[in-house]
């Protein structure tokens, strides 16, 4: 990796890194969170009265539309075109928690990671909201990126060895 | 707490809350959230060459103004008028992470823990993508209400007993 | 009714109104819209394999997010902070269409017709997307206001006498 | 056309498609929509003391401004390019209404389809904001794509065959 | 006028001021902005034969849009509820100018100068933007607030000894 | 240059001009605006007890964030896909003001002089309401491209015999 953070220029001021010379390859990113709750939370999201409502369409929802609006909530992301986004949330009944995982793609100049990490937190916080009446305990964890494959620096694959 | 989860209606499907016949009352809430990553990113931000750089700037603006865009990312929320946004950032050098604090408020209808979890996600979300060149493995963590007042449910405030 | 576009100035100039001393009173719009499709295009949304699917759930949501966007699409529309919305998808098996209803409330200075109109087309538009590979005939009618509460106006209702 | 809801996945999920192997190609769209009004609502939009008025012009750029818009108010569109954007107001002092054209053109890997029915919309919606203190009852008809070029399937005309 | 900067807290970290106790009372901003041109390009706006065109209709509506978006685009700005907004542009032929005046008005906690001067630059932007075909020298001056009344600070007229 | 109005058809309507046939090419442009205040304004943005505090920062960070929302802001202008974004603010204390200097780039079909323009005034919006508490009396002026390159008109450089 870099030994430089790239956002900022020689005076330590940010900046929008220039990608013109970039090639335009295809990029892919995947990215996950958790959400922990209640068993009786997550009982009321998966299933019982309400198993066909809309929480969980309503988390997957908010995760792809918000993946849209990265460049938006991010001060120095480049505006992109994504080409692909899939959020799937999965219910954990052993851990008491809903797994999510988003998956970006792309054919640019710059990678996805950051647009697969707001989807998968913006689908935690929908879950947190529409759940927080009767579980304002949640918390919302392990937010990370997963893979990452193509553009200059290849791939990347989440290990043991990083934080 | 109530045992609904309200943004459903009975047939299970999404709505936003009527909250028009709530009180406008000052309402207040306290979220945080952790960003962990190697020693050396840490010290890149903090300390050293970049000492006097916008990363952490960068990070508290997107955190205070993502709290305002709350409403276009989490679809049940409700507009609202904050009229305060504090968003702190604190290096941690033991445990090779930086807190994050966001605290907002409201004279309203609705409670504000939402725009204070948007705003602590959105300002680690922004650690990450300034950093990401040299450092692709951090981990946000510890997404959480802190504390909640004002409103019909009144005080909350997070202990050991939660999830 | 007013006999002059308000809208407009002496010049014919556009503005957004002046609604300084209204008063702020609890206001609410009903509006419709249908979507009518072929045959099996509904079939496939309200029963069959997809039944348990997420087209009627992502058009909900999106004429809900699209209620509060609402000044930000419409170019004279005051902002307003929108104290409720629900949208309704009910497939008419009988015409082949998917009615929707749109409903908004306000505690405010302005009505919330454009909302409820701009929900409930956001609904229709977004249920032509999800379907469009399969049928790109669809066409949305009847956009409408039903009903309108509340403000200096009060009450009207759509009759068989309007347009 | 397809047999398929392609914006669902195999679960019936909601999902952004995968348009990444899709070819660059230039894509045109052509929508229209319809509103109808009272015959002396009209006669204020077209001709009398507001001939030179803002009305037509407003809704116009609303229709423009809202094209851009789409892949925020439409769940799954993709961000998308637009090269070029056309919005078309006519009365018909006939049948008392305004037409819409809307014609939308892209060099991408999606289709402008929702992006032309997006601007006809929001020009219609417009026009209905800015004569309602004068005519409530108006009503959005017709909201319907004219024509589609380019992309993998090809030309697409609405005959009298479709719903 | 106050003597410390308040969007920065005691550590010069930047904050969104706390509204929260002040009292909601009427208030009005007046701005004003003037773009300087050639005379030809003055000419093809005003008169000839584009005098009926859309380009001083589509400034007066991005500046009325513009005055909307404020807190989208000033970091620090609170979100409010404007009850009036009003752009008047003036062409100014001895000088080859367009003057542009934006007036805003909301009942609320917080003034609207940033809402009114970015209204004027908006419209000004606009302006620039319909003409840079035939004139790309054009200048925008003057951008500066007139007026301001109501508010705890009360009435702010601009005199000759500022700036 | 043309001599006529791209951006209105031949009736004087408002269209986003065709860009469709346009070569992909890098573009660049530089643009400026300068912000005058009182020397104490200006001694406490840039030194003094304020010295490490944000508002320089928060100002780079909006100039930044607003060229990304240019086509949100101004009606006709294209979506893109910018590659790169700088903005400098250098304190003058002879003039008692702030100069910045916006700098974008682009591979694509359409130039990004809006961008520059609008970056730079909105880091020019964001220094006055930074500390208009202190100095309402900031004007900005000087808005104006400096440089454009790339593209089919070539470039262009300010000189002294523009307006």
Redesign the interface.
Known sequence: ?????????EK?????????A?DHT?REARAMAVI???PQTLA??AQG???????L??A???G??????T??????????????????LTPNFEN?SVEIIAIC?????TGV??EA??AA??A???L??????????????????LE?KGGKSGH?L?TG???
């Open positions: 990796m870099a030994n430089e953070l790239t956002h900022l220029d330590g001021q940010a900046r929008m890194v220039d990608v013109s970039k295809e922990n709750m209640l009321m999201i009265k309400h198993k066909k409502g809309d929480v369409a309503t997957r929802i908010a792809i539309m918000a993946a849209k609006r460049p938006d909530i991010i001060p120095m992301c480049h505006p992109l075109l994504l080409t692909s986004v899939k959020v799937e008491n793609k792309l054919v640019g100049q990671e950051m990490l707001t937190t913006a935690a916080l929908t947190y909201d529409m759940c927080k009446a009767v579980d304002k305990g949640m918390v919302i964890d392990q937010v990370q990126l990452k990347w989440r060895d990083q934080v």
